[in-house]
């Protein structure tokens, strides 16, 4: 069913191989063959097509990473110690990221929770209204199964027995009768009636040992004999995942049905919202809306997210590996122009890791196992790095030069991983000093913000890029702050300092800093402007400092990772050029055999080639004309090669090109109109053509015309 | 011989103003003596023009025996049905609260002979009313039902079941001509609303401003419950005209808010009626209460900021692109693919003048904002997006994974399925015959091009 596919709006992948396995593990699913995709698997962001049938051999390994034979004969112990550390890392990220995620959520549910347990008690009299909460959910959809599952269990565990949840989605119920019947048979507990069909459907719901007791599925009534049974049940939430994809009337309707059982069933509506309040109420009758008492829930999952985000996972004490400048700007980009999504986000991060480790083999040197002193290939792969060779050639061009310390980098071992762990320890002090940093920017951004409103906040997760790229030094962000600083007043100064206690811990640098001030000794005017000049010139100073480039490491290559052209194809995939380069310059994927096929085309690029010349509306016979004559000229030139050669076609082993780009000159017309045919048809499903008929340029009859659907450049 | 004596009417008339007539015309009407009733009678009238309570307090003053069905809890026809028999076969056994639910019927044919067999088992002595409260919210056509009820009469072999059909839309034009008694309820005028708006006892105004209050004394709480009904009524009659649920309910949403002045002692009321002053001073105070629009609830981003619990724009921005791909999903909507190129292209062509047939001026004269949005090809919208996305973006996959997120909160939707016919497969969302539509009002699209800076206006010819 690939139609559903297309239908979601969820990004859906093909990883192909092993490494997809790794990805899945996290919100994706593996699926076995052309096993249909059911609703159940519509949100998932990820989905593995795996052949069915003849299913690869496993291989023996445990683990699916595999040898880089080609960069560094590699063993298979090393390639053991890539994969263990690559895990090692990968828990890492991911239990902060879970916690990062469920603490986003956290407070929403929180709140949907005190909500539902403060709304009123059903029968209180006949004007009470259905209280209906609105979960402003945000427009990534994957993420809303997760969220509203949580919420239900939230709400279960704390209200044990007294409030029962129940999720539905109405995006595959079509009428009311479906709707309720799925609320139904999920709080009775029954089976699932499939069919449209009454009588099976009630022999599924109704409550065994009952057998006299006929009535339909969706009847409310048997969820009012079900709750007077059950006693301790003091609430009914139904929470509707996705209450503005739902067609046409079916949202109000339920909203009727629920409304005229609330005084026997005291049901709690919660409704999931993917657009803004604006829109929503717009699809909901005035008159519905009369009915209900509702309120509105923010799921708040983003800037702060993202900012502690950049906290605890890149640029922490523990971290390994450093996201490049790059990679992060096109990160942000896709995360600001196309998803709004945090779970894409951090599972880009998570990608980004697996390739550095999967790819790299000098990726075991960020914990590097005993046995690499003796690997002479890694350590002349080491050498041959090329922020360490500038490195090496900037010590041999200084006039005082440290020989012996060159010399020994280049031909002992131990010294060059000595070298590179003293980088390490670099690299960490670097990160910890662009964190500061970047916090400090921050706290000053706030206090300078009370004190002029028309800037804008730039956040962390923006700044990010540039402060490692160490452009953000001397930047017109940064000399603005700096000079907001030399016109502090005494209260902003207090603000100030106020906002580095609360951001900084006492050990660091800025906090010592700080508390060099001693503000409340200083009175008068010029004791303040001496004070102000001491602090923007520290502040001048420590940014200078500590804003410099990461490319200043050597050994970089091997912290930070930077590719950025590996994700953005990986994630988004430019699908529509990759199919008009393929008919267009076929060449580029076909391994042509010989080199005089490299200028012969498929017939269907010979198509493409000529639909591309044409206007809106293509007459057939000339399409025809054009497409015979194109290779009637070729049989002209090729006649006289193919009498000293013999025909190749008619050979056992031809290769799959030459199957697309036949000699023309074995064809006869009609073969060579039977390749038109396939021509025209091929690029007709391919979306590119549509018959029509056309009584255009004053003719009577009819002219049978193919009309080009495909826009140029888009 | 009629159950009630004219004295008796015109205590029940207190207390529904303005009933008597409809009192009278069911007391003469309706009969303990199973011969002499209709088999179907129809109370009519709008919303909230008090037919089922008058219909119950008279079943409940003349003691008849009756089954009381509300149609807008089943959700189709069949539904009802069974809890028709169900109810009538549980007449006359031990406990008449617990319902047979033995038969399910599925069509009239069916239901007539099942009632039938119902009605022997029965025998009824005295005469039975089914009671169909709101038969026009079924929820499934019910307008072949409503021909059965009436006509059910030559259907049945057994007597004593007479049908009240409660409804308060308008009657199936089948059914306009045929003779059955009908009672009708006119919509109540203003000073008949307020004399029921004022029927409020003192203990449930009391509940309505919480259960502890114990400021005032009955007498002045009827006092202020009866100057604040003439507010309201002054107020919001206008607007509901005489829905007098909308009105109780808005009654009640205001009261704790208008009232609080004098529970604060801010305002002092009296028990007799010349204290005017005080109302005087409560009106004042209360002003805004009433002009705002925050009781109305006509949508809910009203009320939201009306009462500034969330801020409702803000935190749930969609994807930049997003909102781009819907600006371009309206402009291929609301403009004519002829004026394209003058309105995207800056190429010379497109500063030629056209020149407009008679035909397409006439067409040109209504706003195409009034029309409902044309359909549109996938590749205008690609075509129209890239002409106003400030920069030149390649179509990755991100770009139609939201286009199906639109397409799935149901902001743009897809027309014309399986439209076609020339054998392609008709469900091909991304099929380039495949058209779509923009499903969202000019209000928002102008709010969302705000967001991202883009001035729709200039492509738009009107």
Known sequence: ?714 | MTYLTDNRLQELTLEFPARYNQFDLLNSLLSKDKTTNPTAIALVGQPSSGKSCVLRRFLQEVQFSHTWLSCDECVTLRVLLQRILAALRAIGTQDPNKLDYSILCHNSTLFVAQLNDTLRNLALEEAHFVVLDRIDELGEPYESFYQLIIKIGNMLRYDGITFILVSSGSEPRSSATTTFPHIYFPPYSKAESLAILRKESPESIRSMLGSTERKLSDVQLTSLWSSYSQVIIDTYFPLYGPDMQQLKAIVRRVFPTYAKPVLDGIVGILASNGNYHGFVKLYKINQPLLTSEEFVRNSFVSYVQGTGTADSTGHHEMPMYAKYLLCAAYLASYSKPRNDIRLFSRIRESRRRFRNTAKQKFKDKINSRNLAPSPFEYERLLAIFQCIVPDRIDSVTDIQTQVATLSTLKLITRVGIGSDSSGGSSIDVLGSRTKWRVNVSWDIILQISRDIKLQIENYLMD
């Not at chain 1, 983003?302 to 990160?331: K, V």
């Not at chain 1, 995360?335 to 697996?354: D, R, V």
């Not at chain 1, 391994?591 to 010349?613: G, T």
């Open chain 1, 1 to 714: 069913m690939p139609t559903s596919v297309f239908e979601t709006p969820t990004k859906r992948k093909v990883v192909s191989g092993v490494l997809a396995d790794q990805m899945s593990s996290g919100d994706g699913e593996l699926i076995e063959g052309c096993e249909l995709i059911s609703d159940r698997d519509v949100h998932k962001t990820c989905y593995v097509i795996k052949q069915s049938g003849n299913a690869r051999k496993k291989a023996k390994r445990s683990h699916p990473f595999i040898r880089l034979d080609q960069s560094i004969p590699e063993t298979d112990d090393y390639v053991e110690d890539r994969w263990s550390l690559y895990t090692k890392t990968i828990t890492n990220i991911q239990t902060k990221l879970e916690s990062l995620l469920n603490d986003a959520d956290e407070s929403t549910l929180h709140r949907v929770w005190k909500y539902v347990t403060s709304t009123q008690d059903y029968h209180h009299d006949a004007y009470t209204l259905l209280p209906v909460g609105l979960v402003l959910a945000g427009a990534n959809i994957s993420s809303h199964m997760r969220l509203f599952t949580n919420m239900s269990k939230y709400i279960e565990q704390r209200e044990a027995q007294k409030i029962v949840t129940v999720v539905v989605t109405l995006r595959d119920a079509s009428t009311l009768r479906e709707a309720l019947r799925k609320i139904i048979s999920q709080l009775v507990g029954q089976r699932k009636a499939d069919d449209e069909d009454e009588i099976t459907a009630r022999m599924t719901t109704v409550p065994e040992g009952d057998q006299n007791d006929r009535r339909l599925s969706y009847d409310l009534d048997l969820l009012v004999d079900w709750f007077v049974k059950q006693g301790r049940v003091e609430k009914i939430v139904v929470i509707i995942q996705d209450a503005d994809g739902s067609d046409g009337d079916l949202l109000p309707e339920v909203i009727r049905m629920l409304c005229v059982y609330r005084d026997r069933l005291p049901f709690v509506l919660l409704l999931g919202i993917a657009t803004t309040l604006p829109i929503f109420s717009t699809k909901i009758p005035k008159r519905t809306m009369r009915m209900i008492d509702f309120e509105s829930f923010d799921v708040l999952r983003t800037d702060d997210s993202l900012t502690r985000l950049l906290d605890e996972i890149l640029l922490s004490s523990s971290t390994q590996l450093l996201l490049g400048p790059g990679l992060f700007r096109s990160l942000l980009k896709r995360y600001n122009n196309h998803t709004k999504n945090l779970e894409t986000f951090t599972s880009a991060i998570q990608y980004a890791y697996m390739t550095h480790f999967f790819a790299n083999p000098l990726s075991i040197i960020l914990a590097p196992p005993k046995s690499v002193v003796n690997s002479e290939d890694h350590i002349i792969a080491l050498r041959t790095i090329p922020s360490f060779q500038s490195y090496v050639t900037d010590w041999t061009s200084k006039e005082e030069c440290d020989t012996e310390h060159i010399r020994g980098l280049l031909t002992d071992s131990t010294a060059v991983l000595a070298f590179v762990g003293s980088c390490q320890k670099e690299f960490h002090k670097f990160v910890s000093r662009q964190s500061e940093a970047l916090k400090l920017l921050d706290v000053l951004q706030d206090a300078s913000s009370t004190y002029s409103s028309t800037t804008v906040k730039r956040t962390r997760a923006e700044l990010y890029a540039d402060a490692i790229n160490g452009t953000l030094r001397g930047s017109p962000i940064v000399r603005e702050l700096v000079m907001f600083m030399t016109k502090m007043s005494a209260a902003t100064v207090d603000n100030l300092a106020r906002l580095i206690d609360q951001g900084f811990d006492k050990n660091s640098v800025i906090r010592k800093m700080r508390d060099s001030w001693n503000i409340g000794s200083m009175n008068g005017k010029a004791s303040h402007l001496k004070l102000i000049s001491n602090i923007s010139k520290a502040m001048q100073e420590f940014l200078d400092a500590n804003l410099n480039s990461y490319t200043d490491i050597v050994f970089h290559e091997l912290f930070v990772f930077d590719s950025v052209s590996l994700c953005e194809n990986a994630f988004a995939p430019r699908y529509r050029a990759t199919i008009e380069k393929a008919l267009m310059q076929p060449a580029y994927y076909l391994c042509q055999p010989s080199e005089a096929a490299r200028f012969e085309k498929p017939f269907l690029s010979v198509a493409h080639a000529l639909y591309r010349e044409s206007g809106t509306l293509i007459n057939i016979y000339d399409y025809w004309t054009a497409f015979h004559q194109f290779f009637a000229d070729k049989c002209d030139t090729e006649t006289l090669d193919n009498d000293s050669l013999p025909a190749t076609n008619e050979d056992e082993g031809v290769d799959y090109s030459s199957r697309l780009t036949p000699s023309p000159s074995s064809f006869s017309e009609s073969q060579t109109l039977a390749l038109f045919y396939r021509a025209i048809s091929e690029l007709k499903y391919l979306g590119f053509l549509k018959e029509m008929s056309s009584k255009r340029g004053g003719n009577k009859n009819t002219v049978a015309v193919l009309q080009k659907l495909v826009w140029d450049g888009l």
